[in-house]
């Protein structure tokens, strides 16, 4: 039997590799790893370990697998194997590579048990799976680990005696310690590259990785590259940047001892390792980085990787003081915290380039600012055509506690491969300093690593003890690479710890008494890697000091420049926002008509399939309908005024944007922005085709995964990158929205005032009282009222050509009922020289409500055509009753005012009942108030009471927003006050919405009819 074979042969070659055998000890000496750590650890060699039953030689094999029928079958398949190593199974082709016909040519493995092999290969494999349990990670060594038993050499049967033997281990198409090539080794010496590999400073996970080309190259890296062979050089830089990140906390400890900063103390590799990252990510091609990052560390980060001024940050911590140079009147919103506030900087990097850094300002709220990290770095991609995604990266660094506790972080990992979403990989860093704020790790998460949301994902986790100065910049660049060749996620995990409270003023040993006492007596990781440099002979004394004297003297010296400092004017506009308005600048207001031939010539492409396409025998009448309204100008539905607005902004050269759960058909089943050929399942997206040679991401409307928070925040961060984009994201139905409402209520209704950044992002909500019960019925319109800033007790300056009304709000909020308004409310975003967030309560019934049509002559800018006033066609705030009324009507004995689609409810029954005194205007632009309009309208009817009718319960909806408005300006034309505002609406409810049909339809009818009829209470 061939076999035999390969016995021989390596019982021939036995004697020959004594030589290189003991070349194996010569290099394991210089760095002797005791017994306990060399894999026989305290399991290891117990007396009272299971008998492990001994493995055979190969030649004697005698189990029952071999005998008989079995070796006649391995026989045979060994035949079949060497005429043709594809014919047989891929493991029996392992098998017989790696003990027959590479074993016969590899020398040296005397004895060597297809069992012990297959051990072997298992206990490697244990390493590469389990040796980060091994790891020695912990800085304060409290950590209390089981180490599996799989790595246990004694759980496979080896015993001591068997340390010296030699053994082949190669396995066909791996890289790293099991490649083919790599010549025999003594079972010591592999225990021994293995504990050094895995189990020193880095525990690497990886091998739930599924791609084998990943974790070769990986296996490659970990397996044969020694971390520490930096040369003294790069040491001495790695130091100067130790030496900056621990000086400048100290530096601020003294001097401003009760402020708080949220140190990181105790995790000051942090800066070096992201230093270091960032050189290697520019070596690899990376132009910009954009940062989100919660509020440890931050102002280090600042300083000293984003090179923020000292002096500023001084002077910010002594209160700010000075205004900005040429700030005087000018809006600088109401501010934020210093550890919230976002920066950008052009750094040159080690390799002589450059790279541009953006911090992205962020909440308190932990992990919020994830996603919108990952959108404007898509945006950026887009803007820069970086079509592999290699020249802008995101980096995200968070806590332990966040890390684990946080959903959204699942929510930003889970876009990271969407094709729409995904932004080529974000590197992640977790300062884990294992505690948050008081709760301990085994509090606050049910994983063994705050990490291990990530594994959701193919990224691989990097652990390093974070005293650990040069691992710490090997995992940082390891991650760089990574990045740069897979494009997906990659995660570095700090382990640190805090050296303080949570913050400054926080006893920690109240609630981490034993952590704290440890933690008094460690020594900093510069103390460690200065000592351990100087220990080697790396550097000297001399030069530590002077480094130290370099850096105190400069943060001294800022330290005195920072009490007569004038910051620079706030940076709120970035290069694309050239000659943007802020809130105090005046900016036209502008028509958003088009010119008809345009409509057209956009109107038939968006109605037009290619040649040969099959869409659905439905869609195909849809579109035909379509196109007819085109043709004929008359009966344009929502989806077409969409369309046609979209597609009007394409042809002026804007980037547009639609995102949310089912949005392509739309959840209605109106929309169909891509269309599917019923045969061949190939797609078309008419408004890809608008101009020519469109670019392929012009136009993106996609689907996205089931998640709000997540993709909202992506879409804002998008949304902000670029001004001339109109980005949108779309809510299934308006009330899911609340699963984002950190978004809503700490970026995109305050962000501008808090951090100058301007965002003109569209939320499509859809709302309407239907009869589908509670959960399908409210967009929950009352909460974005009661978050507007527009004062209701003031009425602001309304003329036309000195109107702020809208720069001076926080954002707008409509309730659109025409496709025609909503055509033009989507073009104002982009045409004016300002952008403001805009809260869209979208309609569900009005979507192919036969009276919610618009002419097409309502879209154009031709004088006379309807909507043309004197300034031209534009949104229209609110829309004045319908009947042919003049400006004085002093019959009509009651003036409702509405808002949404109730208004066809209304129309419909005063025409039922004839009610010819009843005039109805429609509020479309609830937020700012159009105190003018109103006024005018109140001033048309000078007899009438006023209603203001609402389907929503009357602690909802608009009522409580609109009240005092109302009131106001009524007060203002001599019409009473609050008290004269009648309501008709449901009652207060807890629950949005009847969850019974009847019951709502009887509801819907008493209130449209009290709003009408003459009996109307
Ligand atoms: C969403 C959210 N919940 C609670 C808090 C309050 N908070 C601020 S810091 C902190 C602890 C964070 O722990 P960790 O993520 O480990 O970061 P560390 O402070 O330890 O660096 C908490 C609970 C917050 N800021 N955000
Ligand atoms: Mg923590």
């Known amino acids: ?111 060597q048990t297809i069992q012990e092999s297959m051990r072997l290969l298992l206990l490697v494999r244990a390493y590469q799976v389990n040796g980060h349990m091994k790891a020695r990670l912990d800085p304060l060594g409290l950590e209390v680990r089981e180490v599996p038993h799989d790595l246990d050499p004694a759980f496979y049967g080896f015993t001591e005696a068997d340390l010296d033997r030699e053994f082949f281990i190669g396995v066909w198409r791996m890289s790293g310690f099991l490649s083919e090539n790599r010549p025999v080794q003594t079972l010591r010496s592999i225990l021994n590259r293995l504990e050094r590999a895995y189990c020193g400073s880095v525990g690497y996970e990886y091998m739930h990785i599924a791609d084998r080309e990943q974790c070769n190259w990986l296996r490659d890296k970990i397996e044969t590259v020694n971390p520490r062979g930096y040369s003294k050089e790069r040491q001495k830089v790695i130091l100067d940047r130790l030496i900056w990140s621990t000086l400048f906390e100290s530096f601020l400890a003294t001097k401003w001892v009760t402020a708080k900063r949220f140190g990181l103390e105790g995790g000051e590799t942090l800066i070096p390792g992201m230093k270091e990252m960032f050189d290697r990510a520019a070596d690899l091609g990376v132009e910009n980085i954009v940062v989100g990052m919660p509020h440890r560390g931050r102002l280090n980060v600042l300083g000293n990787v984003f090179r923020k001024p000292l002096r500023h940050i001084f002077s910010e911590f002594s209160g700010g003081g000075l205004k900005a140079v040429d700030e005087d009147g000018l809006y600088s919103g109401t501010g934020d915290v210093k550890y919230h506030l976002g920066t950008s900087y052009d750094r040159p990097t080690r390799g002589g380039k450059r790279i541009h850094l953006s911090l992205v300002a962020n909440p308190s709220h932990l992990e919020a600012v ?211 308005k802020s809130p105090e600048q005046i900016s036209r207001i502008r028509n958003t008509g088009v010119k008809p031939e345009i409509l057209k010539r956009v109107g038939e492409a968006i109605t037009t399939f290619p040649p040969n396409f099959k869409p659905h025998k439905v869609i195909k009448r849809v579109f035909d309908e379509r196109a007819q309204m085109i043709r004929t100008g008359e009966g344009v539905d929502w989806a077409v005024a969409e369309a046609l607005a979209f597609a009007t902004l394409l042809v002026e050269g804007n980037h547009v944007r639609l995102s949310g759960q089912d949005v392509e058909r739309g959840t209605f089943s109106h929309r169909h922005a891509v269309v599917h050929d019923q ?149 104002r975003q982009i045409h004016r020289k300002f952008r403001k967030p805009l809260i869209v309560m979208a309609p569900k019934n009005l979507l192919r409500h036969p009276k919610c049509k618009s002419n097409l002559s309502e879209f154009d800018d031709v004088q006379g055509h309807p909507g043309f006033d004197k300034q031209g066609t ?45 005039a109805i205007c429609r509020v479309e632009q609830l937020c700012p108030f159009p105190y003018d309009l109103v006024q005018r309208e109140l001033k048309r009817y000078p007899n009438a009471e006023v209603v203001w009718c609402q389907e929503e319960p009357m602690n909802m909806g608009a009522y409580s927003y609109i009240s005092p408005r109302l009131a106001t300006a009524m007060r203002g034309s001599g019409r009473g006050g609050t008290e004269d505002i009648k309501y008709i609406g449901r009652p207060p409810s807890a629950s949005t919405a009847t969850g019974f049909l009847k019951v709502h339809q009887q509801e819907q009818k008493e209130l449209i009819q009290r709003a009408i009829r003459n009996n109307g209470d």
Not at 685 to 707: A, G, R, Y
């Open 874 to 918: 534009r949104f229209k705030r609110l829309i004045k009753d319908q009947s042919d009324h003049s400006d004085l009507e002093d019959g009509i004995r009651r003036l409702v005012l509405c808002s949404g689609k109730v208004y066809y409810d209304l129309d419909e029954e005063r025409q039922a009942v004839d009610a010819k005194d009843v």
């Open 370 to 580: 994830d996603p919108v990290v990952m959108g404007k770095t898509r945006a950026k991609q887009y803007y820069s055509n970086d079509l592999d995604r290699t020249k802008n990266l995101a980096v995200l660094i968070h806590g332990d506690g966040s890390f684990a506790g946080q959903g959204v972080v699942y929510e930003t990992l889970h876009l990271s491969a969407l094709p729409n979403y995904s932004i080529g990989g974000t590197i992640h860093i977790v300062v884990n300093n294992q505690v948050a704020f008081t709760t301990d790790p085994k509090a606050g998460r049910s994983s063994q690593y705050c990490t291990d949301v990530a594994k959701a994902l193919n990224a691989p986790i990097f652990h390093v003890n974070g005293d650990d100065m040069e691992a710490v910049v090997h995992v940082f660049e390891l991650a760089a690479e990574w990045r740069q060749k897979f494009h997906t996620d990659v995660v570095v995990d700090i382990v640190c710890y805090r050296r303080f409270g949570h913050n400054e003023m926080d006893e920690p040993s109240f609630t981490q008494p034993k952590m704290y006492q440890v933690i008094r007596n460690h020594p900093s990781a510069l103390q460690m890697y200065e000592s351990g440099l100087l220990e080697l002979g790396h550097i000297t004394k001399e030069d530590i000091d002077s480094i130290h004297n370099k850096v105190s003297s400069i943060l001294n010296e800022e330290f005195n420049n920072s009490k007569d400092n004038i910051p620079n004017r706030r940076d709120w506009l970035s290069a694309y926002w050239a000659g943007f």
């Open 1 to 111: 039997m061939a076999w035999f074979r390969v016995v021989q042969g390596v019982a021939r070659h036995g004697v020959r590799r004594r030589g290189l055998a003991q070349a194996y000890q010569d290099v394991t000496r210089h760095r002797p790893i005791p017994p306990s750590a060399c894999g026989f650890h305290s399991t290891a060699l117990r007396p009272k370990a299971a008998p492990v039953p001994r493995p055979v030689p190969l030649s004697r094999l005698t189990d029952s697998f071999l005998d008989g029928t079995s070796s006649m079958y391995l026989e045979e398949l060994q035949r079949a194997w060497e005429d043709d190593p594809s014919s047989v199974d891929e493991s029996w082709d392992y098998f017989f590579r790696n003990f027959v016909g590479q074993a016969a040519t590899s020398p040296g493995i005397s004895g």
């Open 679 to 827: 045969e061949t399942g190939e797609i078309h997206c008419p408004l890809d085709h608008i101009i020519i040679n469109q670019n392929e991401e012009m136009f993106t409307v996609s689907n996205s995964s089931l998640s709000e928070f997540g993709v909202l925040g992506f879409e804002l961060g998008y949304s902000m990158e670029n001004p001339n984009s109109l980005v949108l994201w779309e809510a299934q139905f308006g009330d899911f929205a609340n699963g984002a409402q950190v978004i809503f209520d700490q970026f995109l209704s305050s962000g501008e005032s808090k951090w100058l950044r301007q965002t003109g992002l569209v939320v499509l909500l859809p709302h309407g009282y239907d009869g589908q019960g509670p959960e399908h019925s409210s967009a929950r319109l009352e909460r974005y009222l009661q978050m507007s800033d527009d004062n209701p007790f003031v009425i602001p300056e309304m003329d036309p050509t000195l109107r702020k009304q809208i720069q001076e709000s926080n954002w707008q909020i409509v309730n659109v009922t025409t496709p025609a308004n909503y055509f033009h409310v989507l073009r």
